[in-house]
């Protein structure tokens, strides 16, 4: 088992940046793949970024592409999706993921999930 929680969402105006974090705790975190999705109301759950286990490889969607950044800190358990120029369509709950599996944009391929933290954009 890997328990995942998320932090660092809050209210942002528009250009802003936000920090987000993914806690792990369990199984060593460092053999997993990790993800970031988002869910924003009325939507389904998209794929944001992933991350191999090593950290060498990552993938963005098209759309945070060149805003948002993937990484991991494995000494520390610790994930981390830090996000640049921030719009109001970038509003939605973020939830991390871990996977025994390489790193994919796929949902269902993720073994974990966190709770997710409410990310909010003002225009």
């Known amino acids: 088992q890997v328990q995942l929680v998320e932090s660092g969402g809050g209210l942002v105006q528009a250009g802003g940046s936000l920090r987000l974090s993914c806690a792990a705790s369990?199984?060593?975190?460092?053999?997993?793949?990790m993800g970031w999705f988002r869910q924003a109301p009325g939507k389904e759950r998209e794929f944001v970024a992933a991350?191999?286990?090593?950290?060498?490889?990552?993938y963005y969607a098209d759309s945070v592409k060149g805003r948002f950044t993937i990484s991991r800190d494995n000494a520390k358990n610790t994930g981390y999706l830090q996000m640049n120029s921030l719009k109001p369509e970038d509003t939605a709950v973020y939830y991390c993921?871990?996977?025994?599996?390489?790193?994919?944009?796929?949902?269902?391929?993720?073994?974990?999930w966190g709770q997710g933290t409410q990310v909010t954009v003002s225009s």
């Open positions: 991350i191999s286990w090593s950290g060498g490889s990552t």
């Open positions: 993921a871990a996977a025994r599996d390489t790193y994919t944009v796929v949902a269902g391929r993720y073994d974990y």
């Open positions: 369990g199984r060593t975190f460092s053999s997993y793949a």
